[in-house]
């Protein structure tokens, strides 16, 4: 069975940093592109970064503040989010799709549950 487990959310403080992963089971992640995507409360789902298979091709719409990575080995992912705000609140998930990335979350087959990620001000 294939699975994406996510942890690293939580309520933190506008301004701090916090780092999701989501990690792979069920099968090797290498060859396909990961992404992370979240959803605010009353809003659409929203694209935040992509990650080629490779490690390359990233496409990040919060670069410079969130940075988007993928371990091979280790069959995870990260989002390392600095200076946090409050309109980050949302719920982050992390999505896996066999070859090339995409920004349209139908695309991806595999999902996480979703973590929480709380900012206050």
């Known amino acids: 069975q294939v699975q994406l487990v996510q942890s690293g959310g939580g309520l933190v403080q506008a301004g701090d940093s916090l780092r999701l992963s989501c990690t792979g089971s069920?099968?090797?992640?290498?060859?396909?592109?990961m992404a992370w995507f979240r959803r605010a409360p009353g809003k659409e789902r929203e694209f935040v970064a992509v990650?080629?298979?490779?490690?390359?091709n990233v496409v990040n719409s919060l670069k410079g503040r969130f940075t988007i990575s993928k371990d091979n080995a280790k069959n995870t992912l990260y989002l390392q989010m600095n200076n946090l705000k409050p309109e980050d609140t949302a719920v982050y998930y992390c999505?896996?799709?066999?070859?090339?990335?995409?920004?349209?979350?139908?695309?991806?087959?595999?999902w996480g549950p979703g973590t929480q990620v709380t900012v206050s001000s």
């Open positions: 990650i080629g298979w490779n490690g390359e």
């Open positions: 999505a896996a799709r066999y070859g090339s990335g995409s920004y349209s979350y139908y695309e991806y087959e595999y």
């Open positions: 069920g099968r090797t992640f290498s060859n396909y592109a």
